[in-house]
């Protein structure tokens, strides 16, 4: 297993998930299989500074329901930032794995930060440049 950094910075929220399910999912290795997890861990930050395109901050909503008669809740994205910036990536990057019982083990090897500081400097993440 080994371990990435992605600056997201500046990028697409997008891009910047489908690259990060890829690592989750272990896509660039050549022993993957598709009913092992063969993924590694990734490490993200900056997640506070990630962008959208063509003014789709005041119209991406996130939407949810507790089941519940009169239930339904939905949040656009800049509220969303302004709350947890780090369930965006989430959200992002969940919804692009593979609907399958491997998506939670995968889910839980995706580290989120706000800033750039992170505390996984000991396992000696290489940083992804795209």
Known sequence: MKWYLIDVKDRVLGRAATKIASLLIGKEKPEIVPNLDCGDYVVVINSDMVK???GKEKKKMYYSH?????????VRFDEQMEKDSRKVIEKAV?????????KDQRLSRLVIYKNSEHKHTAQKPTEIKF
Do not use: D, V
């Open 52 to 54: 959208l395109t063509r």
């Open 94 to 102: 969940k919804n692009m794995l593979p609907q399958n019982k491997l």
């Open 66 to 74: 507790s089941t519940y008669p009169g239930g339904f809740k939905e």
